[in-house]
């Protein structure tokens, strides 16, 4: 396992009227194996470009991106290729990740098969270890995603995203559109995938709430730009910024 390290990105954009808007500004970071850190921010605040940047959906102006010895803006061809399995996304919506034309068994199947990691004939068994992993049952490998409930979708693209064994685990606001029971049983499951795994994760929350009781540490974003960083505990409790003091003064 790798670490991760983000140094001076900067990414601006030009609105429909032509004005420079800051997406990053100055953003570094860094998350070690094993280690849960929340990046927290309202909406807009650049969160989502940040995990753009990180997952080379979007190229940064300026900056540099590393995971262990990998310059993941300069990586090519098998090099990209190779980058892109060890840093895995979960997003919000899973209904949207995931193909209503494709079952559960051949979603899970897809990332397998790109990089080749089973072969044909050891795959059922893959593929039910997967769902085992995420506590569901392997029936569901031949259902579709409308037929699966909200938080049954959320462990399958959680299931997907480990497939690969990745280094990184990147979500975001993976978990907001859930009921708060089924929300709760979700982070619980990633917790215990992430001490089994050790791989970084990088936790996009708007929720201070859940910021503090899932991360190890919380880095407040604002316009941009990186303005806090400390333990769960520091920022959640004697926060330095008044970004921050807002943020949890606003579920207080």
């Known amino acids: 396992m790798s670490r991760l390290v983000v140094d001076a990105l900067k990414k601006t954009y030009r609105s429909t009227r032509g004005a420079k808007v800051v997406g990053l500004d100055n953003v570094s970071l860094s998350i070690d194996p ?10 807009g605040c650049g969160k989502t470009t940040l995990a753009h940047c990180l997952l080379r959906f979007t190229r940064p102006d300026s900056g540099q991106i590393r995971l262990g010895d990998q310059d993941v803006l300069g990586a090519k ?3 990209l290729q190779t980058l892109r399995r ?3 996304l979960v997003p919000q919506d899973a209904l949207e990740a995931l193909s209503p034309r494709r079952s559960i068994g051949q979603s899970l199947t897809e990332p397998l098969a790109f ?20 506590e569901l049952s392997q029936e569901l490998l031949r259902r579709y995603p409308h037929e699966l409930s909200g938080g049954q979708r959320q462990r399958v693209v959680i299931a997907r995203a480990l497939s690969v064994q990745p280094e990184v685990l990147v979500l975001d606001e993976a978990t907001s559109s859930l009921d708060a029971s089924v929300q709760a049983a979700v ?7 992430r ?4 791989f970084a994760t990088l936790f996009i929350t708007h929720d201070p709430l859940l910021a503090a009781a899932v991360a190890d540490r919380i880095a407040v974003m604002e316009d941009g730009r990186i303005v806090e960083t400390g333990s769960a505990n520091e ?10 003091r807002a943020l949890f003064a606003s579920v207080s």
């Open 34 to 43: 094993g280690e849960i850190l929340a990046l927290l921010g309202i909406s």
């Open 195 to 198: 001490a089994e795994h050790r």
């Open 235 to 244: 920022v959640a409790s004697a926060a330095k910024t008044e970004s921050a």
């Open 77 to 79: 061809g098998v090099a």
């Open 187 to 193: 982070l619980r499951l990633l917790l215990r995938l």
């Open 115 to 134: 990089h080749r990691l089973v072969p044909r004939g050891q795959l059922e068994t893959r593929l039910g270890a997967l769902l085992a992993q995420v």
């Open 86 to 88: 060890r840093m895995q």
